[in-house]
């Protein structure tokens, strides 16, 4: 029998297990041992495909992506003359879903699927090929937001737990024989036009033997993870350029990955990616492409009052109490608090009735009845986010929001506001500053309509959207405001 084949059995074998003696003749094959082969696990939620950078969606928020991604040469075992691609072509599907059920707390899950991988014949080594299809490791995690933005904290910082669950398909190096258990800390935020991030991390997982000695076990082993990403915040077309480091045993490798985002509306986004590999580590490819699509869905932040009577709060604000002290809203937990205007609905006059503001652009969105759910189309937001791009940083957009008169006036002040923050809140996803977005609520006081007909009612349900070069003026009122 030829040594040669003898050897790279002998080999492959120490690799990926334990050392066993090998007694094999021409008519049989070992099967490789099961192990969980692929490295990519995508950040299922906001921030970069390898990093997450510690953002959280809003409360209620949902994010599904679906993506493929092709591998060149993700497992290769080095013989002393040549190499041996035992998977030398993959191509591997991947479902995730993500949704925050706390504004502290987000919970996702993602599927992979083996679709197709092809490596060289090597039955004349004593090795059988590893399936072409089967079901990969599903992975479930939670993130723990600790820090956030959108509460005027200097960063996004979250602590991420996920469980890798042991339901693949061991012959096709889908699967490992225990659970995988990942944690890691995560930072970012956005500075200027940009987003960094930066993770690290540590996975356990059953160890990938890669030395030949006789001792070498298959005990857990910790596997170190660092990432770090950088990603624009242009709309509608974003950039993003990620790396992940990883450590395991006395071997390291890295990953980059470079490509665009593009928002086609309605909050699906569809992404190409791709990058180099290096390192010897099982799994990591010599490069890789990633392409897919994302549908994001987040509604406004809520205002969330210390008392419980919201529209009490906005019918009295700016109003003086009994004992002498004014009477102002109370605190949000929301970026807005610097961006709402709490006076009398009576003591100021909309943009639209003041003949000296100068507008670059003025446009309008129609709500349901009773609803401050934007439309699924929304041209009139996507060209406002176009055109800030282009206009000095002075620029300023001014949300008014209105109702039609559907309930008293309290509550139609407050949903007048919410949907002038659900208009915000379109803007700042597609990359408006949050400084240059300004809302107001005038419930149903100025109605675009006067008629009682269906359609005139429909024109009051509304948020007139302007865009100022220069900041606008501050409205007359009668009484001093919080």
């Known amino acids: 029998m030829d040594a040669s084949p003898f050897h790279r059995a002998a080999l492959a074998l120490a690799l990926l297990a334990a050392p066993v003696a090998l007694a094999q003749t021409e008519t049989t094959t070992d099967t490789l041992p099961g192990f969980e082969l692929e490295r990519l696990e995508p950040n299922p939620g906001r921030g970069a495909m390898l990093a997450g950078g510690g953002a959280l969606m809003v409360p209620g928020g949902l994010r599904l992506m679906v993506l493929g991604n092709y591998q060149r040469q993700p497992l290769v075992l080095l013989d002393q003359d040549q190499s041996l691609a035992v998977v030398g072509d993959k191509v591997v599907g991947l479902l995730s879903g993500s949704y925050t059920a706390l504004s502290w707390l987000e919970l ?25 299809q089967g079901l990969g490791t599903p992975y479930l995690q939670a993130r723990v937001g ?65 030395g030949l000695s006789e001792g070498q076990g298959s005990a857990a082993s910790p596997e170190i993870r660092v990432g770090a990403g ?11 350029l990620s790396a992940r480091a990883t450590l395991l045993s006395t071997k390291a490798a890295v990953e980059v990955l470079g490509g665009l985002h593009y928002t086609l509306g309605s909050g699906i986004e569809v992404f190409a990616l791709g990058g180099p590999g290096l390192g010897s580590i099982p799994g990591m490819p010599r490069f890789r492409v990633v392409a897919g699509l994302a549908y994001s869905m987040e509604p406004p932040p809520r205002l969330v009052f210390l008392e419980d009577s919201s529209s009490a709060q906005l019918q009295n604000a700016g109003q003086p109490t009994v004992g002498g002290n004014e009477r102002g809203p109370q605190p949000v937990r929301t970026w807005d608090l610097d961006t709402l205007d709490f006076a009398e609905p009576d003591s ?3 943009l639209q009735g003041n003949s000296t503001e100068q507008f670059a652009l003025h446009g309008t969105v129609l709500f349901e009845d009773g609803s401050a759910e934007l439309p699924k189309v929304l041209p009139l937001l996507d060209r406002v986010a176009l055109m800030l791009q282009r206009l000095p940083e002075g620029a300023t957009v001014v949300i008014e929001g209105h109702t039609d008169a559907e309930a008293d006036d309290g509550t139609d002040r407050l949903l007048s506001l919410r949907r002038a923050q659900a208009v915000r809140r379109y803007l700042t996803a597609r990359g408006v500053s949050a400084e240059q977005l300004k809302i107001r609520g005038f419930g149903s006081k100025w109605p675009a309509a006067s008629s009682r007909a269906d359609e005139a009612r429909q024109l009051n349900r509304r948020a007139e959207v302007y865009v100022l070069t220069e900041p606008p003026k501050p409205p007359v009122s009668r009484s001093t405001t919080q």
Not at 230 to 240: H, V
Request: charged share 20%.
């Open 348 to 350: 100021q006059q909309p």
């Open 108 to 132: 996702s899950a993602q599927v992979p699927v083996v679709l197709w991988q092809k490596g060289e014949d090597l039955s004349s080594a004593g090795i059988s090929a590893p399936a072409a």
């Open 230 to 240: 950088l990603s624009t915040e242009s709309a509608p077309l974003r950039a993003e």
């Open 146 to 210: 600790l820090l956030s933005q959108r509460e005027r904290q200097p960063v996004d910082l979250a602590l991420d737990v996920g469980f890798g669950l042991p339901l693949g398909n061991a012959l096709a190096l889908s699967r490992d024989s225990g659970l995988r258990f990942l944690a890691r800390m995560a930072v970012g935020g956005k500075v200027g036009w940009v987003r960094p991030s930066l993770e690290a991390g540590v996975l356990l997982h059953r160890e990938i033997p890669l």
